[in-house]
Each structure stands twice: as structure tokens, then as C-alpha cells.
């Protein structure tokens, strides 16, 4: 199964539907940001989540990651395909073009970033923190499209709500950072800890406060101008996923190593996992210590 995390209404942007089953997944760390609904395209089952709740109510700081993946992952889920919209810190990164990032530095520092943060010593492999078959399948279905999709990136992620300073912005581009958001962090850390694939289309919204806005141009217009961009942006990347889902009708996705990510990552003897932390971990540990 597939999940897409993205905005409000996801359902019906994607695929122009408002039906499926809807489910409110309780979980070990607390509410999702909002129900779940699956819905069945071309074939595949897909979990849609909003990110941000409804309405766009909670801001990247508060987002309940944890209990969004582990919702997610007690529903079926193995692939997760994020949306994100993001500031460019490179000329040729363009507003309104698509980005699938393949690096990430997190510069997060308010959000918990592990699910085993008691009882358990976990280090999963983080090397590479997307899912490559799925970065892949993106870029193949995005060279298909209508829009510019860019095949990689670093992708900085700060923690906000506010947006960077222009010393912070340079410094971001000294670092070789391509884009800077707020969401994909822990995000994609979470995922590898759930052993869910996971990747990102990153939404090209502006450029970062690094390059000058044009002279005479008041706040409001800038703000005007950057809701087009996103909106045209979130436009092609419902394109693209829809695509990206469509072509795993005809090819099915493999699971790949990240899908037995715990294998190498759980460092704490299986004997010392007690019936407390089974129950507390679920669907989390499941595979692996049936696995053990």
C-alpha cells in the first residue's frame, strides 16, 4: 500500500474522489494529525494523511510525526510519497518546478526524532534517507510530465515556524543545502525507523531570502506571487503522484532493504525486549521479532 502525506483535501486533488474508508488509528504516541483515508486507484490502495490537519491548523513545529508514520504503517502502508512546499537557495531550482531530493541536513531541534526512546537501543543505516526505487520511480514518471522535475537535491530542513535570515540563508547555501522547509524532518527518519520506503516531491514555492526580491515589489504582492507558485506547484505534483501510482498498477513496487531496516538496527538483545515495550512498540517491533 501506498501513503501520501500532504495538504488538505489530498483525496480529492489527487483523484478527484472523496469516497474510501475512513479511519481514525489510535496510536502509541498520540493522535495523527488527522484520520486516514484509503481510497483504491487504477487498482492500488492508497493512504492519504494531511499533514498539517484540517484546515492547515498545526504548523511544522507541532506536527505529530510520530504518531503519522506509525498510523500509516498499522494501516498497511510500505511506500510513503511526501509532498512539500519549499524555498529555493539555487538560481536553477525555479518556483513552481518539482524537486526529488535525495540529501537531507536536518537543522530541527523541538521534535522528538526516534520512536525508541525508551528501552530500546535503535540506529538504523541513514546514509542515504530516501528510498532510491522510489526516488526513481518519480524521476522516471517526471521525465513523462508537462513541468521541469529536478532528479536531486539537499534538503535543508529547519525547525521555524519562521522563515530564515539572510546570513542564515547564505549559510545554508555554504553548506551546499539546494532547498530549505520545515517538514521533512523527522519525517524520513521516522519512515526508515518503521521500515517504510519513503520519498519526497518537493514543491519549488520562491527563492530563499538569499536573492534579493525585485525592486518596488510591496509584501503583499510577493505573498500573492508566492500562493500562485504553490498553487501551480501542488498542481504538477498531483500530477506526478498520480502518475507515480498509476505506473505501480502496471509494476508493482519490490520491498527493498529498508523494509527490513531492523534487522541491522535493533542493538538491544531480543531476550531484554519486554512484554512492555512489545506492547508499546507494536506494529513497530512486530516483524522483527517474529523475524528473531
Known amino acids: 500500500m501506498i501513503g501520501v502525506i500532504g495538504g488538505t483535501g489530498l483525496g480529492e486533488a489527487l483523484f478527484g474522489v472523496s ?3 475512513v479511519y481514525n488509528v489510535p496510536t502509541p504516541f498520540g493522535e495523527p494529525s488527522g484520520p486516514i483515508r484509503i481510497v483504491e486507484w487504477h487498482g492500488v490502495h492508497v493512504a492519504l494523511l494531511a499533514r498539517h490537519g484540517e ?3 498545526i504548523h511544522p513545529s507541532q506536527v ?3 504518531a503519522n508514520i506509525y498510523a500509516l504503517k498499522a494501516v498497511g502502508v510500505t511506500h510513503v510519497i511526501a509532498s512539500g512546499a519549499v524555498g529555493s537557495l539555487r538560481e536553477e531550482l525555479k518556483p513552481r518546478e518539482l524537486v526529488i531530493p535525495d540529501q537531507v541536513i536536518d537543522r ?5 526524532p526516534t520512536f525508541f526512546d525508551e528501552g530500546l537501543a535503535v540506529h538504523v543505516e541513514f546514509a ?4 532510491e526505487q522510489l526516488r526513481q520511480l518519480l524521476i522516471a514518471t517526471g521525465k513523462k510530465s508537462g513541468t521541469r522535475v529536478h532528479p536531486r537535491a539537499t534538503y535543508v530542513c529547519m525547525e521555524g515556524p519562521a522563515f ?5 540563508s547564505h549559510m545554508h547555501r555554504a553548506w551546499s543545502g539546494d532547498l530549505i522547509g520545515m517538514t521533512v524532518m523527522p519525517e524520513a527518519k521516522l519512515a526508515r525507523e518503521a521500515e517504510l520506503s519513503y520519498a519526497m516531491v518537493a514543491l519549488v514555492t520562491d527563492y530563499d531570502c538569499w536573492k534579493p526580491h525585485e525592486p518596488g515589489k510591496d509584501r503583499k504582492a510577493l505573498l500573492q506571487e508566492i500562493s500562485g507558485h504553490l498553487k501551480e506547484a501542488t498542481s504538477h505534483a498531483h500530477e506526478l503522484i498520480r502518475a507515480a501510482i498509476e505506473a505501480c498498477a502496471v509494476e508493482p513496487l519490490a520491498k527493498t532493504w529498508i523494509h527490513s531496516a531492523l534487522d ?3 542493538w538491544t538483545n531480543p531476550t531484554q525486549i519486554t512484554p512492555e515495550l512489545t506492547q508499546r512498540y507494536g506494529v513497530l517491533l512486530q516483524r522483527f521479532l517474529d523475524w528473531r
Open 19 to 21: 469516497g474510501g474508508n
Open 55 to 57: 484546515g492547515h491548523a
Open 64 to 66: 505529530p510525526y510520530r
Open 108 to 112: 530541527t531541534y523541538r521534535r522528538i
Open 128 to 131: 542515504e534517507p530516501f528510498c
Open 164 to 168: 530564515s535570515t539572510v546570513a542564515e
Open 264 to 266: 541491522l538496527g535493533v
